[in-house]
């Protein structure tokens, strides 16, 4: 459980980045971007999987290792 948390907040925190990044500089590069209703919320969206990414590795450390 606790590797799959991981795996999962790695995710976020690159598609977080990859927003955020094509928001700032038009690199055209993340999923952010590919969803149709998302349009005009990009940024927070970004924002948001960041935020997420670091409550998964909070909840992954709060696992205790086996």
Known sequence: MRQL????GFVALVQGIAGLVHEFTDLHWGLVQQMGFLDG????ASVAL???SF??????E???PR
């Open 5 to 8: 948390l991981e795996v999962i």
């Open 41 to 44: 919320y990009e940024v927070y």
């Open 50 to 52: 960041l935020v997420l």
């Open 55 to 60: 409550a998964l590795f909070a909840m992954a």
């Open 62 to 64: 709060a696992q205790k």
